[in-house]
């Protein structure tokens, strides 16, 4: 019964491992199709041969929508916010899980600088359709989170009622003071310090560009992406 019981408990731990490292999908015809937009993937994706042409933004009547691909982040240069404000947005994945074997997530992020570079930083927020979220940060290749290292739960995110279903998020993220808030649909889900997103190997301040971020293999419409000042 012992060995039958960790043979099982094994092939689940593989399988879950397997489940974290699919490999990340091309998309045909990839590439942006959004005039004044730019990206870059993942630095982790670029090692093993992904390229942006792997992805996909392009419009869709007045919406965007983004198909992956590897994991990338997408932004206009022209929109960076400064101060206390909040950037918001509303994420559809129609076909939760449509172009994955698990959750992945997508949403905003904030404070870019040396965007393009392999030295660019941001922090972002982003929902899974399962009821997660996370907040994280990149610095060149280093990596900081505000919040546990696969997200975390919380009772406001939507979950989708199954594989194939609609599910919709609408995500704000702001800078208040000395405070970082992301909200999700209406409700603040973390709230953290602004220092901890601040330093060496992290922002550079919350000041900077902002935009949109997907994690790999994940298709979503994102409409009514805006700043308000505080």
Request: charged share 20%; hydrophobic share 40%.
């Given at each position: 019964?012992?060995?039958?019981?960790?043979?099982?408990?094994?092939?689940?731990?593989?399988?879950?491992?397997?489940?974290?490292?699919?490999?990340?999908?091309?998309?045909?015809?990839?590439?942006?199709?959004?005039?004044?937009?730019?990206?870059?993937?993942?630095?982790?994706?670029?090692?093993?041969?992904?390229?942006?042409?792997?992805?996909?933004?392009?419009?869709?009547?007045?919406?965007?929508?983004?198909?992956?691909?590897?994991?990338?982040?997408?932004?206009?240069?022209?929109?960076?916010?400064?101060?206390?404000?909040?950037?918001?947005?509303t994420f559809t994945e129609e076909k939760y899980m449509a172009l994955n074997s698990h959750p992945h997530p997508y949403g905003l992020f904030i404070g870019g600088s040396d965007m393009g570079t392999d030295k660019q930083s941001y922090l972002y927020c982003m929902a899974y359709g399962?009821?997660?979220?996370?907040?994280?940060?990149?610095?060149?290749?280093?990596?900081?989170?505000?919040?546990?290292?696969?997200?975390?739960?919380?009772?406001?995110?939507?979950?989708?009622?199954?594989?194939?279903?609609?599910?919709?998020?609408?995500?704000?993220?702001?800078?208040?003071?000395?405070?970082?808030?992301?909200?999700?649909?209406?409700?603040?889900?973390?709230?953290?310090?602004?220092?901890?997103?601040?330093?060496?190997?992290?922002?550079?301040?919350?000041?900077?560009?902002?935009?949109?971020?997907?994690?790999?293999?994940?298709?979503?419409?994102?409409?009514?992406?805006?700043?308000?000042?505080?």
């Open positions: 019964m012992w060995f039958k019981s960790a043979v099982v408990a094994g092939l689940l731990v593989a399988s879950s491992g397997a489940a974290a490292q699919d490999a990340s999908r091309v998309v045909a015809g990839g590439g942006i199709k959004v005039a004044g937009w730019q990206g870059k993937i993942d630095a982790s994706e670029a090692k093993q041969g992904g390229k942006l042409e792997g992805a996909k933004l392009e419009k869709v009547g007045d919406d965007l929508r983004v198909t992956t691909g590897p994991a990338v982040a997408y932004w206009n240069p022209s929109t960076v916010a400064t101060g206390n404000y909040t950037v918001k947005a399962d009821g997660r979220f996370i907040v994280r940060g990149f610095s060149g290749d280093s990596t900081f989170r505000l919040n546990a290292p696969r997200g975390e739960p919380n009772a406001a995110i939507n979950k989708a009622s199954g594989v194939g279903a609609s599910v919709t998020q609408e995500i704000a993220l702001s800078v208040k003071g000395d405070k970082v808030e992301c909200a999700i649909n209406g409700q603040v889900v973390g709230s953290y310090d602004k220092s901890l997103a601040l330093g060496e190997k992290k922002l550079k301040s919350t000041d900077g560009v902002y935009g949109i971020r997907f994690g790999h293999n994940t298709d979503a419409v994102v409409k009514g992406l805006a700043l308000t000042k505080q």
